[in-house]
Nanobody, 115 residues
Framework: QVELVESGGGLVQAGGSLRLSCAASGIGFRFTTMGWYHQAPGKQRELVARITSSGTTNYADSVKNRFTISRDNAKNTLYLQVNSLKPEDTGVYYC?????????WGQGTQVTVSS
């Protein structure tokens, strides 16, 4: 049974930082290209960062040089370090596979950035 549990969100001021975590179970985590998705209020969910099983990373232009994705395959855990936060980073952050997202999605973790 697939379970994705995101955590680490919160309310921060612009310029602040957070570390998001995603605990995965029921999937071949270590073999899976994983990603963090951002859903801003009233908008569709979009992929903002991805990491392959070997650790190669890729970022959306909107978060490049501010966000860092990483993984711990021994713990089946995905991370997202978010720095220099902007109000437009507000929203719910989800983790999931990139190539073929698992269902159900997790509940996500809310990040709210105040200006």
């Amino acid at each position: 049974q697939v379970e994705l549990v995101e955590s680490g969100g919160g309310l921060v001021q612009a310029g602040g930082s957070l570390r998001l975590s995603c605990a995965a179970s029921g999937i071949g985590f270590r073999f899976t290209t994983m990603g963090w998705y951002h859903q801003a209020p009233g908008k569709q969910r979009e992929l903002v960062a991805r990491i392959t099983s070997s650790g190669t990373t890729n970022y959306a232009d909107s978060v490049k040089n501010r966000f860092t994705i990483s993984r711990d395959n021994a713990k089946n855990t995905l991370y997202l370090q978010v720095n220099s936060l902007k109000p437009e980073d507000t929203g719910v952050y989800y983790c999931n596979s990139v190539l073929k997202p698992f269902t159900p999605w997790g509940q996500g973790t809310q990040v709210t950035v105040s200006s």
